[in-house]
């Protein structure tokens, strides 16, 4: 059973520039959630998509957006890449919960570097 | 890899001795928690939940202890091994109904097991 994989492990833009980073979620989950976690901290909530739809948003600008296809994979694009986005980028997949407890699994990461 | 642990509180330990990790958290909502373990290059690996309605939860060698009154989280680790050497983070989980939720996390603390 295949956990939560990401590609591609690292990453290195430059300024303005505009990445996209993937996601496949856990086997039988439905739920993906990104997260950017800065060097020494902890992560920090960015969209989770359901139903192919952004269903909750944290405090991150436009900038940011994503998308999940039909096969519960996701994609999360940055674009006009600022210095202050070089982090971790992490997907957590879960299959949702009628009382919001599903638990969230997470990926090992995309490391991205901007120059 | 490179340390998710840096400007991290840092609990250091003996292999073989019970580790205490601490976390408090913030919304008085949050009605379930997770602890994770972030090994440095690594995605958070869960290691165990609890829910609101409960104040202590045990697993394999780990301990939740849960304390609504102050807002309060510990983590246990029994007879700690080398391979428990992580950064250790609290999250509790916002639920906005439906299919939405996000963790917050927290600080994380650096546990650094001496041979």
């Known amino acids: 059973d295949a956990g939560v994989t990401q590609s591609p492990t690292h990453l290195i833009k430059t300024r303005g520039q505009q990445v996209t980073l993937r996601c496949s979620p856990k086997s039988g989950h439905d739920t993906v959630s990104w997260y950017q976690q800065a060097l020494g901290q902890g992560p920090q909530f960015i969209f989770q998509?359901?139903?192919?739809?952004?269903?909750q948003r944290g405090n991150f600008p436009d900038r940011f957006s994503g998308h999940q296809f039909p096969n519960y994979s996701s994609e999360l694009n940055v674009n006009a890449l600022l210095l202050g986005d070089s982090a971790l980028y992490l997907c957590?997949?879960?299959?949702?919960?009628?009382?919001?407890?599903?638990?969230?699994?997470f990926g090992p990461g995309t490391r991205l570097t901007v120059l | 890899g490179e340390s998710v642990g840096l400007h991290l509180p840092t609990l250091s330990v003996q292999e073989g001795d019970n580790s205490i990790i601490n976390c408090a958290y913030s919304n008085s909502a949050s009605d379930y928690f997770i602890w994770y373990k972030q090994e440095s290059g690594k995605g958070p690996q869960f290691i165990i939940d609890i829910r609101s309605n409960m104040d202590k939860r045990q697993g394999q060698r780990v301990t939740v202890l849960l304390n609504k009154t102050v807002k309060h989280l510990s983590l246990q680790i029994a007879a700690t091994q080398p391979g428990d050497s992580a950064v250790y983070f609290c999250?509790?989980?916002?639920?906005?109904?439906?299919?939405?939720?996000?963790?917050?996390f927290g600080t994380g603390t650096l546990l650094a097991v001496q041979p």
């Open positions: 998509y359901y139903e192919e739809e952004e269903r």
């Open positions: 999250a509790e989980i916002l639920y906005y109904g439906g299919a939405t939720n996000k963790l917050i």
């Open positions: 957590a997949s879960s299959l949702v919960a009628t009382d919001g407890t599903d638990t969230q699994y």
